[in-house]
């Protein structure tokens, strides 16, 4: 029997060309797949009436280290140099997998929560063979369409961050490859989350590209941010080793010169800003504007809750305010007007949808409101006092529009969150993450008195 579930009378932002928006349009969901986006649909099904809320699809977050929600806003003040000494080299080895299964089941609550419904979890947090299970459990408890990138152990940043000679193991990869991922069809799909030139030796990045391939894994990969990595010219050094293609997500990319830009554009790579963090931690401007310029399609990502905070709406902002200051700085140094194609509410919100699922390699099945697609949908309501009266439903949803906004919430078709209240069972995961917290912060102090003064 054909389950049918009717989204009646919202503001539908599809976010497909072919569809635009509809002022008061009806979205027809049939056993988790969209069939149709039209002004007003008849049909049998189970009636969710969005009069008043604004329907668009659900957001992706292309790179965020989920694990890390147990250890949410514990270093406010960090610089990204911080991050490395006091994250990677000092919470992230005493990860145990019940820390990274509360993390991830907690984070992608979190996710859902915001109107995110799909996620590139890039977890460099397998410390041992059992901490890849424990994050796939988590995700696929929470009901999420995530990308699973493996990563590396975290167990000591000068073993593994800086010329480190130590790879992904891959009889793992191909374990969790075989035992999770055989169809890449499910709600969760996997990619591998490396650390690339001058984090690793030339003969480690050249062997996991190489696995990536072999096991047809998308490759994520932090490029040009900060101090250190700003320099090490990482996207040249890949196009050296003769390892850029389409299938490889650049994340932050701040710092790439002209010549990698146009590297990355003619090797139909990926590009993923995560804005705050950019902003506040010193990776950088988020360069959104600069991958359009090179006909690139950027999307947006949260990276780590650590520091700042985990939804699209700020992510959104950050972006689109700190590219506006940066033109309006040179302009203001250089005396001239403005330019007229300053970057726009509807491109930020493209980035965080549709771009969002091209970069997570998933723009076959989500992105937009499209016949044919699964629906993640989420409305936003439009009479709060923060949103309401709207002129431009657009704007709404990016300059207005915050997580309390978020009322309702479908992923492949399954209603995650309604009437503003998450379903299922959130009380546990939040027990289960504090709980994580409290062990985090005793074996960090353990390890802190057993260490030599
Ligand atoms: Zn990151």
């Known amino acids: 029997m054909t389950t049918r579930t ?47 809320r604004i329907v668009i699809p659900g957001f992706v977050d292309t790179h965020r280290h989920t694990w890390e929600a147990p250890i949410r806003g514990v270093a406010p003040d960090a610089t990204l140099d911080d991050y490395f000494v006091d994250i990677l080299d000092t919470f992230a080895p005493l990860y145990t997998p019940d820390d990274v299964y509360a993390g991830n089941l907690a984070g992608a609550l979190e996710c859902l929560n915001a109107g995110i419904t799909t996620l590139v979890d890039w977890s460099h947090i397998n410390n041992t063979p059992e901490h890849p299970d424990a994050a796939i459990q988590g995700l696929r408890e929470s009901g999420i ?22 790879a992904i193991p891959a009889d793992d990869v191909r374990r969790i490859r075989s035992t999770y991922f055989a169809s890449d069809d499910g709600l969760l799909t996997m990619g591998l989350a490396t650390r690339g030139p001058g984090f690793c030796v030339d003969e480690v990045v050249t062997a996991e590209w190489a696995m990536a391939r072999e096991l047809d894994l998308p490759i994520t990969v932090h490029v040009a941010m900060g101090r250190l990595a700003g320099r090490f010219g990482m996207v040249k050094q890949l196009h050296g080793l003769g390892l850029l293609g389409p299938d490889t997500t650049y994340v932050h990319s701040c710092h790439l010169s002209g010549e990698e830009w146009q590297m990355v554009a003619d090797s139909g790579g990926m590009i993923s800003v995560a804005p705050q963090v950019e902003l506040q931690m010193g990776h950088g401007w988020p360069p959104v504007m600069q991958a359009l310029e090179y006909g690139l399609r950027p999307a947006l990502s949260v990276d780590v809750v650590t520091t700042v905070p985990g939804d699209m709406f700020t992510q959104i902002r950050a972006a689109f305010g700190a590219e506006r200051a940066r033109v309006n700085a040179d302009c203001w140094q250089a005396n001239m007007p403005v330019p007229s194609t300053m970057l726009t509410v509807r ?79 959130t009380a546990r995961a939040l ?23």
């Open 145 to 166: 369409r995530a990308q699973y990138a493996y990563g590396s152990a975290n167990t000591s940043l000068a073993e593994y961050w800086f010329e480190s000679t130590i």
């Open 431 to 453: 027990r289960l993450v504090g709980e994580s917290r409290d062990r985090l912060l005793a074996a960090k102090e353990a390890k802190k008195a057993k260490a030599p003064a």
């Open 6 to 52: 009717l989204l009646r009378s919202g503001h539908v932002i599809s976010m497909d060309p072919g569809i635009g928006d509809l002022p008061q349009g009806d979205v027809l969901v049939e056993d988790g797949r969209i069939t149709a986006v039209e002004p007003e649909i008849s049909a049998d099904a189970e009636a969710l009436d969005m009069s008043g």
């Open 347 to 425: 491109q930020m919100l493209e980035a965080a949808t549709v771009n969002g699922a091209h970069v997570a390699g998933l723009e076959d099945r989500t992105g937009s409101l499209t016949p044919g697609k699964r629906a993640d949908v989420v409305a936003i309501d439009a009479t709060a006092p923060n949103v309401a009266p709207v002129h431009d439903a657009v704007a709404a949803v990016t300059l207005c529009a915050d997580v309390s906004n978020v009322d309702t919430v479908l992923v492949d078709g399954v209603i995650r969150k309604r009437d503003g209240r998450l379903l299922g069972d």
